[in-house]
């Protein structure tokens, strides 16, 4: 496989703390939300950089596949990704439960539907998801 670009971002304090890309652009304050004892401090959560993430990058799958198939996607399309956290069962941590919505205003449902399911083939986020991607974990 051949890569095209890597982003890179560091945290430092933990869900309270801060993140930081390595080209400065992304620099945001991090904080624990209430339902999950926090402090209701403004700040964002790994699980809202997640959503945003994933979000962003499905629309970017369902425009393509849209173009490919001479499907006009509207600029008001969105894409509404929920992630959520909990402990798992097992009790050894946590897992995350992801739900994308689709809406593409104007278009027929059939069509979005078709669309929707083409771009989460093509979306590296639903794709990593899908397959439970291996993640290398090294100590420096």
């Known amino acids: ?18 993140a930081v890309s390595d080209d400065g652009v992304l620099d945001v ?10 402090d209701g401090a403004t700040g964002t959560n790994p699980e809202q ?19 490919k198939e001479k499907v006009k996607i509207p600029e008001d399309t969105k894409v509404t ?21 689709v809406n593409i205003p ?4 059939a069509v979005a539907e078709r669309l929707a399911a083409a771009a989460h083939i093509v979306c590296p986020y639903s794709h990593a998801m899908r397959t439970s991607t291996e993640v290398p974990v090294s100590v420096e």
């Open 49 to 67: 950089m997640f959503a945003a993430g994933y979000s962003a990058c499905f629309l970017g799958a369902l425009k393509a596949v849209a173009g």
């Open 1 to 18: 496989m051949s890569i095209l670009y890597t982003a890179q971002a560091s945290a430092t304090g933990g869900r309270a703390g801060r």
């Open 106 to 109: 104007g278009v027929e449902r």
């Open 29 to 38: 304050k991090l904080t624990v939300p209430k339902a999950m004892g926090g």
């Open 81 to 101: 990704a929920r992630v959520g956290i909990g402990p798992r069962d097992d009790g050894t941590g946590f897992h995350i439960e992801v739900a994308l919505s």
